[in-house]
């Protein structure tokens, strides 16, 4: 029986009636001459990540080491490659059928290697969330190149979900309100002491000083973040008023706070961490002070906590997402009085799209700034992620809570005052 060419097997394995066409290192190709996006399988060694890692991993393994290209719609070409309906377990059916069958290339029938830049947990020291691994999977991913992510996140420098006031806003306009819904929510006012943990590139932490008239704190495991955000607040003369500090949130000796804030940090805590990461930032607000935890979700609480796969091995080792209710109830059990909370998702997409096109328009510098393996992850990991927001396979929940000292008396309007 003839061998099915590699396209073939790849385009039965995309679903019903596919937009994409699939070309192959023999010439075959399979799809509608209208097709978007082109899928080019460059090498056997593109199918032997396929059957050695029956998952999107596998296809990300293929991806990134350039053995399997996509020309033409990156967004449309990954929209249909992560269909709803294409499970492992069906993925896995069609290899091991044609294995079975040998109806594939032979060449292809060989373990590869992955891709440099992969990394995953057998790579990382130490025990998971420990302070020395943290440090490590942080550096990681956010110790690549400043200038890199200037390109994808813009002026702003902001790696977390904006909040677009209209469908039209720019994503610098939806990142600066994003921090300013963060300071209304936690009542800023000037004189008032904020920290904000996992502070990034101290976005936060120079708009609550600049426009609100705080002292602010930031801390990060980042170093090169740290350098990057005390530059630019000297540069915006800020330095009697704002700090970003290259330490563990663990570590950070100064209490009372009026209030904290932390955005995107909560994904790198883990389950079994989070209620002495809440009572950390409990211990260090003064009574009725705030605390506003922004991060991204799990749509439920019956799904797998722990990042697999691709995510994982490539974009945030150790990383752990919960459900909304899950963070909500370590919050309360800790002492805290959830006030607020509102769920993001489709901001989050509208942040990954702008991310999305800045890559594209600088993809050239990119890869000249992190080599062509990690500005692939990042195409991948960014698209895939846009998608998974879209769809609802994940979420981004602000929570709001008070220290509620003695007497119930939490310091907060009757109703929110912050607005939209």
């Not at 993925?91 to 290339?105: A, C, G, M, N």
């Not at 990042?307 to 919050?331: N, Q, T």
Request: net charge negative.
């Amino acid at each position: 029986m003839a061998r099915r060419s590699t396209a073939e097997l790849l385009y039965s394995m995309l679903g019903q009636d596919p937009v994409l066409r699939v070309r192959d290192y023999d010439g075959k190709v399979f799809g509608p001459a209208e097709a978007k996006s082109d899928i080019v399988i460059r090498s056997p060694k593109a199918l032997s990540y396929l059957i050695t890692a029956p998952s999107t991993l596998g296809l990300a393994r293929a991806y990134v080491s350039g053995e399997l290209e996509i020309v033409g719609d990156t967004y449309e070409a990954f929209s249909q490659m992560w269909q709803d309906d294409m499970a492992d377990v069906e993925f896995d059916s069609v290899l091991e059928s044609l294995w079975k069958l040998r109806h594939i290339d032979r060449r292809a029938l060989r373990w590869v290697k992955p891709p440099e830049s992969e990394i995953g947990p057998r790579g990382l020291v130490g025990l998971r969330h420990s302070k020395r691994r943290d440090a490590e999977v942080i550096a990681h991913h956010y110790d690549v190149s400043n200038a890199f992510y200037e390109l994808i996140l813009g002026d702003s420098m902001t790696y977390t979900c904006a909040v677009y006031p209209t469908f039209e806003a720019s994503l610098e306009e939806a990142q600066e309100n994003k921090y300013d819904l963060v300071c209304r929510k936690l009542g800023l006012q000037p004189g008032m002491r904020l920290l904000d943990v996992g502070c990034g590139w101290g976005g936060m932490v120079r708009h609550a000083a600049k426009h609100y008239g705080v002292q602010a704190i930031g801390v990060t495991l980042s170093r090169q973040q740290a350098e990057w955000a005390s530059k630019r607040i000297a540069d915006d003369g800020l330095n009697d008023v704002a700090e970003v500090r290259h330490m563990d949130y663990r570590d950070v000796p100064e209490s009372g706070f009026d209030a904290v804030s932390s955005i995107g940090l909560t994904e790198h805590i883990g389950y079994k961490a989070l209620p002495s990461y809440f009572t950390s930032l409990y211990n260090k607000l003064r009574p009725q002070g705030r605390l506003l935890n922004h991060c991204i979700t799990r749509p439920t609480t019956t799904e797998e906590i722990k990042s697999v796969g691709f995510i994982d091995r490539y974009v945030f080792p150790d990383g752990e997402l919960e459900a909304v209710g899950v963070i909500a109830g370590v919050m309360q059990d800790v002492g805290f009085e959830v006030r607020h909370e509102e769920n993001l998702r489709e901001h989050y997409a509208m942040t990954l799209a702008g991310w999305c096109e800045n890559l594209e328009a600088h993809w050239e510098a990119c890869v000249a700034e992190v080599g062509i393996e990690r500005a692939r992850v990042w195409r991948l990991y960014m698209n895939g992620s846009r998608l998974g927001f879209e769809r609802r396979g994940l979420e981004l929940h602000q929570v709001l809570a008070v220290k509620v000292p003695p007497g119930g008396n939490a310091g907060v309007p009757l109703r929110p005052d912050w607005g939209v």
